[in-house]
Structures are given as structure tokens and as C-alpha cells.
């Protein structure tokens, strides 16, 4: 795996694990969310996003270090 691969699947499982608090900032930026921040459906929709994101972000980690497994750190460097 080269560094930027490594770099961009760390990045995206960070967001995966944030991004439920980036959608709760979100959402009371914008006027026109249609639901009340303590309506059970607005709480049901956010458990919803956080155990999606959680679940790809398990996911991520997974494949990441499948990837390690698989391919090493050094699978881009040639012998000279």
C-alpha cells in the first residue's frame, strides 16, 4: 500500500466516526430542518446516521487491515 492510500482510508474512517456530529451541526445550521431537535423522529433519524456511520467506519477498519494484511506497507518499493 502506498502512503496516500493509507492516508485517504484513515481519512475516511475518520469522517465515517465523526460524521454524526458534523450531520447534528448540520442540522441546526439549517432553518428549514423539518424536525424538532427532541421529536422522537429527529432522535430516531440521528441514531440511525450514528449506527450507519459506526458500521462503515467497523467496516473500514476492517478492510484497512485486511489491506495491511494483503499487501504490506511496502508492496510500491522496488528492489534497486
Known amino acids: 500500500m502506498s502512503l496516500r492510500e493509507i492516508i485517504l482510508q484513515l481519512v475516511q474512517i475518520a469522517i465515517f466516526f465523526a460524521f454524526p456530529t458534523i450531520w447534528s451541526w448540520i442540522t441546526t445550521l439549517l432553518p428549514w430542518w423539518p424536525l424538532d431537535p427532541q421529536s422522537t423522529l429527529n432522535i430516531l433519524v440521528i441514531l440511525a446516521v450514528?449506527?450507519?456511520?459506526?458500521?462503515?467506519?467497523?467496516?473500514?477498519?476492517?478492510?484497512?487491515?485486511?489491506?495491511?494484511?494483503?499487501?504490506?506497507?511496502?508492496?510500491?518499493?522496488?528492489?534497486?
Open 50 to 80: 450514528t449506527l450507519v456511520s459506526w458500521l462503515l467506519g467497523y467496516l473500514g477498519i476492517k478492510s484497512f487491515l485486511t489491506q495491511l494484511r494483503t499487501k504490506g506497507l511496502a508492496a510500491d518499493v522496488k528492489a534497486a
